[in-house]
């Protein structure tokens, strides 16, 4: 059978149209977000549930995989090297972006060139109590003690280089305080021995502590952020009692693949935007004491930028290593 010139040209012309039919739109596959902790903890809560809420955006499933180890950077690794596949995203945490490059002697990856910021996904505040039967009942009275007191005050933390140990540095910094640092492997063990009296004071997550304080066994002398907690409307923040510096929200947030491309990244923010102003992630991530983000994918690169270079100056003044 000939093909005649007319044929030939027409198929020809329609060539283009098909190429451009055949690039499957994005996302053409279920994707995958990345939570670099266990799962049952808050980072996977945050992370299933704005998963989930992200799914019916992008018209595919949002599947989450757990890759846990080396506070968080295993697997935001993994999320680096996934080449230019947005399909391929990360909950990342303070630790993973933006404290662990100033306490590893090498990182697998440097967060501001092998990774795409998207959106913050939740911030999740802390709160500074005391051992009740301390009597100590404010802020002003627990510094007056320190400083009496040099090097006697003993602070439980979650572990060494931890957001909650930065916390206790940069407290002691902004305060002018000499108080002994006492590292758990985990918060658990920290508040177990802050509530049998070994230890006096703890710097962590609200939800960690919000049952102790409730019940009388913990006093809550400061929220160590901008504002206060909606769990504990009643604890002033650290900046309304004069210490605007001492912030160490807890936080996590959406990231890509640095060599993924703008336009798929722009699908994701706008997926994870409208993911985080449902009532449904609002109401879940506020159960466990998480205050659900937002903005630009600029404001979240000059956050992280700034979170780094704050942990940094803490770590350095310190002398903080990792065990």
């Known amino acids: 059978m000939s093909i005649t010139r007319r044929g030939a040209v027409a198929g020809l012309a329609a060539l283009p149209a098909f190429n451009a039919w055949a690039q499957p739109a994005f996302p053409s596959k279920p994707l995958t977000l990345v939570v670099p902790f266990p799962a049952g903890g808050p980072a996977d809560i ?43 995203m990360g909950l990342m945490s303070a630790s993973a972006g933006a404290i662990m490059q100033s306490l590893m002697p090498k990182m697998p990856y440097d967060p501001a060139k092998d990774l ?41 933390s979650a572990g060494t280089g931890g957001i909650t140990h930065l916390a206790i540095e940069l407290f002691k910094r902004e305060t002018g305080t000499d108080i002994l640092h006492v590292p758990y492997r985990g ?43 909606p769990l504990l409307p009643g604890v002033p923040s650290m900046k309304e009692l004069g210490f605007p510096k001492v912030n160490s929200d807890n936080w996590y947030a959406l990231v890509s693949p640095g060599a993924a491309s703008p336009e798929h990244r722009k699908r994701i923010f706008d997926a994870a935007s409208a993911a985080l102003k449902s009532k449904e992630v609002i109401e879940a991530y506020a159960k466990v004491g998480g205050i659900a983000g937002g903005g630009t994918s600029a404001e979240l690169a000059t956050f992280l930028q700034a979170e780094a270079v704050k942990w940094a100056a803490v770590i350095k003044a310190a002398n903080v290593k990792l065990e």
């Open 46 to 88: 945050f992370g299933r549930n704005l998963a989930q809420a992200m799914s019916p955006h992008l018209g595919q499933p949002v599947l989450v995989e757990n890759k846990s180890g080396a506070a968080g950077v295993t697997g935001i690794d993994f999320v680096a090297k996934a080449g230019s596949d947005a399909h391929v």
């Open 187 to 229: 918060a658990a063990p920290a508040v177990n021995d802050l509530l049998a009296g070994t230890v006096q004071m703890t710097i962590l997550d609200v939800p960690a502590l919000l049952s102790h304080i409730r019940s009388g066994a913990l006093t809550a002398l400061a929220v160590t952020s901008d504002s206060r907690a």
């Open 116 to 156: 795409a910021p998207i959106v913050l996904v939740v911030r999740v505040q802390e709160v500074l109590v005391v051992n009740a039967k301390t009597g100590i009942t404010d802020l002003k009275g627990l510094i007056a003690y320190a400083k009496a007191n040099p090097g006697k005050v003993t602070c439980a």
